[in-house]
């Protein structure tokens, strides 16, 4: 089992950059891959960053040179640097994890953090 916290969210004008947090219950060392998604009000959830345990990290076009992810194995967390914020960034953030099991993987979720850009 793995639990996740997200952390870093809150309400910012457009321009701004908040970073957000999210804390492993355990070593992240091992896990397959982390990732953010958001998820804004009446539409599906998206993915935004992601990054495999190599450090390969890769991020969706929407939020390309503005999103930056990475991750501190001695801290066991995950992070998203977001700058030049816009109102369509507004979501909640989740953060996942994809954990190797015995012959497969499993993927475990955060609770999510609320996003909010003012125009």
């Known amino acids: 089992q793995v639990q996740l916290v997200e952390s870093g969210g809150g309400l910012v004008q457009a321009g701004g950059s908040l970073r957000l947090s999210c804390a492993a219950s355990r070593s992240i060392f091992s896990f397959k891959s982390m990732g953010w998604y958001r998820q804004a009000p009446g539409k599906q959830r998206e993915f935004v960053a992601g990054?495999?345990?190599?450090?390969?990290?890769y991020t969706a076009d929407s939020v390309k040179g503005r999103f930056t992810i990475s991750s501190d194995n001695a801290k066991n967390t995950l992070y998203l640097q977001m700058n030049s914020l816009s109102p369509e960034d507004t979501g909640i953030y989740y953060c996942k994890a994809v954990v190797f099991s015995t012959y497969s993987t499993t993927d475990y979720w955060g609770q999510g953090t609320q996003v909010t850009v003012s125009s």
């Open positions: 990054i495999f345990s190599g450090g390969t990290a």
